[in-house]
């Protein structure tokens, strides 16, 4: 999630009175929406919307809390509320960036006074709070067509490197570029111990763009076949050097001792499985989701077949955790390494 959301979320659960009047939280789970000091309990992240304005919120089909009172005016303590907030405005309806400048005098004050207040009341600058606009449009064009190049064009990106350079970093895995069956590409790959008797041998591959492959198996032999029926075109070579790094934050993750596994993926995928492998990457550490939840939080609830297909198909597990993913009914589900190891993982996080 981008900056400019995460500042309002923190807003919100930090009842940030200074926040009121920047904008609204909408609760999907119950329809209503608040300013962000409302006392009431914290909703969960992924079913709140944010709105610019109370009308917005109205719009979007929430009614006003009976506790806060959002829709009523905020005594203008500050005087760069209001100014901020049509910033923001702003910011979410032009087409590009405007400059410091223009938008300063658009709105009166400096430039100076502009950005400073701007990163006090939001958290973040005009221009990554413009940033993390567009990104929002994107992802939410990609959730309703899976269109990679209409979801570009839509949010203003000129170009497709320009959407790549400045969007997909932020999305969270490098784009892929190679062709189907890694023709083209070099793979070195590394094989250890993962010190656990349930999970076997693991298997790291990496491109120099990052990590393509993590699989388990009970043996090196059946663990290098599998690379290379993935990757029938490419070069696949043993790698003592680079590879090691990773391997050594998947060992130290799986012995429980960093939670979070932060590697760069390079990974060939479909905006829907982008999608729900962005949502794995979100679930933390020693906590599961079931296949539908995933598919709702994706806005997608009635994928649920399909969220389970992409979990089917990670190329890379524990750095995409779709371990986590279990039915709804009960019992542990599929896993593309063998269920005794997804259930070997949960356990191993669960304590
Ligand atoms: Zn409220």
């Known amino acids: 999630m981008a900056a400019a959301f995460d500042a309002r979320w923190d807003a919100v659960l930090g009842h940030d009175r200074s926040a009121d009047g920047l904008f ?5 789970s119950t329809g209503i929406y608040c300013r962000p000091s409302c006392p009431s309990r914290r909703p969960r992240r992924d079913r709140v ?8 919120a109205r719009e979007g089909g929430f009614r006003a809390c009976q506790r806060c009172h959002p829709d009523a005016t905020v005594t203008a303590a500050d005087p760069w509320i209001e100014k901020i907030r049509r910033a923001c405005v702003y910011l979410s309806n032009v087409e590009g960036h405007p400059a410091l400048a223009t ?37 939410g064009t990609l959730r309703q067509t899976g269109d990679i ?20 970093p932020k999305l969270g895995m490098a ?6 069956g890694g023709a083209g590409m070099t793979i070195g790959y590394a ?12 298997l790291v591959a990496a491109t120099p763009r990052g990590v393509c492959a993590v699989s388990m198996g009970s043996s090196d032999g059946e663990l290098t076949r599998a690379l290379s029926r993935e990757f029938p075109a490419a070069t696949i070579t ?18 429980g001792r960093s939670p979070r596994l ?51 198909t990670n190329p890379v597990a524990l750095a995409i955790p779709c371990h986590r993913v279990v039915p709804a009914a009960g019992g542990h589900g599929g896993y593309r390494w063998g269920v005794a190891r997804k259930k070997a993982l949960l356990n191993s996080e669960a304590t």
């Open 238 to 255: 043993p790698d003592s050097g680079a590879i090691t790094r990773w391997t050594r934050a998947i060992l130290a993750h799986l012995a």
């Open 262 to 312: 932060d590697l760069p993926l390079d990974v060939q995928a479909t905006a829907f499985q982008w999608q729900v492998w962005q949502a794995l990457a979100s679930i933390p550490y020693g906590e599961t989701r079931t296949y539908s939840e995933v598919a709702s939080s994706i806005g997608r609830p009635k994928a649920v077949r399909a969220v389970a297909r992409a979990c089917a």
């Open 24 to 28: 609204v939280y909408a609760v999907r």
């Open 49 to 56: 919307t944010f709105f610019e304005t109370p009308a917005g």
């Open 149 to 168: 190049t209409g979801a570009m064009l839509e949010a203003g990106y000129g170009s497709s490197s320009r959407f790549y350079e400045r969007a997909v």
């Open 103 to 139: 938008l300063a005098a658009r709105l009166g004050g400096s430039p100076y006074h502009l950005q400073r207040n701007f990163k006090r009341l939001v958290g973040v600058s005009p221009r990554e709070y413009a940033d993390a606009v567009r990104l929002r449009k994107v992802k």
């Open 191 to 202: 094989i250890v111990d993962s010190s656990n008797a349930s999970l076997g041998r693991l």
């Open 175 to 180: 784009p892929s570029v190679y062709r189907r």
